[in-house]
């Protein structure tokens, strides 16, 4: 009888080994699933929030500002906004251009001199003056100061070239420098 009982003391042993041997498996299994699964959603939720902001004008349907992902295109942006207005100019801007968080891009219309240049930036050698409003702290005035000072005295050489017109100093020169360019 003792020798019954010590086999099946050592048979429950044995058991409980083999239940505690399959459960740690199971949880080691489960562990590597969830780590699994961890993983993947945050590389999804970085995908989420890696979104850009931009602000699209002129010739399309729905002028605005969008939220669009990184490495998106201007053709992105066109199509967040609607698509091309019927008078857009489509050849004026490099729809394959990868864009940046926080640029503006500009649609010209057809006819228009395209003076957007791809970094975002307004040519102030081609703008017209609806063009040049668009620009901090450029009114109709203004707009129409820069126009007639290209017309007298030809193409500006330098951004800060601009400072020459009357009521744009320093202080103004330092909030466009960022949005001009003369190229």
Do not use: C, W
Request: hydrophobic share 40%.
């Amino acid at each position: 009888m003792k020798n019954i009982m010590k086999s099946i003391n050592i048979l429950v042993i044995a058991v409980i080994f083999i239940v505690v041997g399959f459960i740690g498996s199971y949880i080691e299994k489960l562990d590597t699933e969830f780590t699994s699964a961890k993983k993947s959603s945050i590389e999804i939720s970085d995908k989420i929030y890696d979104n850009i902001t931009v602000h699209i004008k002129g010739a399309v349907a729905n002028p605005n500002v969008y939220s669009l992902n990184d490495g998106d295109r201007v053709i992105d942006a066109v199509n967040a906004a609607g698509g091309f207005a019927l008078d857009a100019n489509k050849d004026g801007v490099n729809l394959a251009r990868i864009i940046n968080d926080g640029e503006e891009i500009f649609i010209p219309k057809k006819g228009q001199n395209f003076t957007v240049t791809p970094s975002g930036k307004i040519n102030i050698n081609t703008a017209d003056e609806r063009l040049l409003k668009t620009l901090p702290n450029i009114d109709k005035e203004m707009s129409k100061k820069i126009i007639e000072y290209r017309e007298t005295y030809g193409s500006f050489t330098k951004t800060s070239d601009i400072k020459k017109i009357k009521g744009i100093g320093s202080k103004t020169y330092s909030v466009l420098k960022d949005y001009i360019t003369v190229e």
